[in-house]
Nanobody
């Protein structure tokens, strides 16, 4: 029901735009999140956006470089990633929150639906 896309291989300093489209259900009444997981590491929170798109929150390591947005008419959430660093290399997952708003960093346990990941590799 959630399909992430847009990953790829990019050089450090480059940009990528991830998309996550919902099918079957719109999830427009729920906050949406991006998480990422690097090899050998725990899955970590990246960004969250409220159901209306009016509120966002980012993990410190991506603030000023990543921008989360959503288009409820298209049932899609985006993650614009600029100034990419090798440490951003990971599989990125979109997830639907059980909540509507933004309450700081999200926990994986608060997610009710997960999309399949898309791989982002940043070369130095």
């Amino acid at each position: 029901q959630l399909q992430a896309s847009g990953g790829g291989l990019v050089q450090a300093g480059g940009s990528l735009r991830l998309s996550c489209a919902a099918s079957g259900r719109t999830f427009s009444n729920y906050a949406k999140n991006w998480f990422r997981q690097a090899p050998g590491k725990e899955r970590e929170f990246v960004a969250v956006i409220s159901h209306s798109g009016s509120s966002t929150y980012y993990t410190n390591s991506v603030k000023g470089r990543f921008t989360i947005s959503r288009d409820n008419a298209k049932s899609t959430v985006y993650l614009q990633m600029n100034s990419l660093k090798p440490e951003d290399t990971a599989t990125y997952f979109c997830a639907v929150d059980r909540r509507t708003g933004v309450y700081g960093s999200s926990a994986s346990s608060a997610m009710v639906y997960w999309g399949k990941g898309t791989q982002v590799t940043v070369s130095s």
